[in-house]
C-alpha cells in the first residue's frame, strides 16, 4: 500500500499559505488467509491508522524549523 498525506499550514489572518507538505508512507499487508477474516481486517487497519499517525508526526517535526509568521507566497 502507497499512502499520500498533503498537508497545509495556513495563516487564517493573513489568509496564506505558511507551509506545505506531501507525505507518503508505504506499508505491505498480506491477509492471513483468503475470504473474509476478522483479524487481517483489524490488522490492516491498524497499518492505516499507524501509516496516519506516523505522517503527521512527521510533519509536526518539518514544523520546527519553520517561521510561521512567513507566508510562502509572499515576495
Do not use: H, M, W
Request: aromatic share 18%; hydrophobic share 30%.
Amino acid at each position: 500500500y502507497k499512502l499520500f498525506f498533503k498537508y497545509e499550514l495556513s495563516n487564517v489572518e493573513k489568509q496564506c499559505v505558511i507551509y506545505e507538505k506531501e507525505i507518503v508512507t508505504r506499508f505491505t499487508f498480506e491477509p492471513q488467509s483468503s475470504g473474509y477474516n476478522f483479524g487481517s481486517d483489524e490488522s490492516l487497519d491498524k497499518q492505516y491508522e499507524t501509516s496516519a499517525r506516523d505522517s503527521l508526526q512527521q510533519f509536526i517535526n518539518y514544523l520546527s524549523g519553520i517561521n510561521l509568521n512567513y507566508c510562502i507566497n509572499e515576495n
